[in-house]
């Protein structure tokens, strides 16, 4: 069973920064790379998102602070949070769509923003 493995998370003060990795297995049956993330008590929304095409998509509370990117084997992809605000604290969940229809979600990774 495929599995992603993620890291980075952890406290960091408001204004701060932190960067997300997950690294997935077989970039041939890669549709999309990215993260979603689910603060207790809301629903889970997308964070950011990037396609084999490169097509890349952010949800609203993070476009101007948060940059997705990938390696050039487009195995890992990176989340690069700027400006962190403790609303973004949340598990931050990276999922991998895959060109079979499957889908596929990380364990999480705790993002706390707090002084």
């Known amino acids: 069973q495929a599995q992603l493995v993620e890291s980075g998370g952890g406290t960091v003060p408001p204004g701060g920064s932190m960067r997300l990795s997950c690294q997935a297995s077989d970039a041939s049956t890669i549709n999309a790379m990215g993260w979603f993330r689910q603060a207790p008590g809301r629903q889970r929304e997308l964070a950011a998102s990037?396609?084999?095409?490169?097509?890349?998509n952010y949800g609203d509370s993070v476009k101007g602070r948060f940059v997705i990117s990938r390696n050039s084997a487009k195995t890992t992809v990176f989340l690069q949070m700027n400006n962190l605000r403790p609303d973004d604290t949340a598990v931050y969940l990276c999922?991998?769509?895959?060109?079979?229809?499957?889908?596929?979600w990380g364990q999480g990774i705790q993002v706390t923003v707090s002084s």
């Open positions: 999922s991998v769509g895959r060109t079979t229809g499957q889908m596929e």
């Open positions: 990037i396609t084999r095409f490169d097509r890349i």
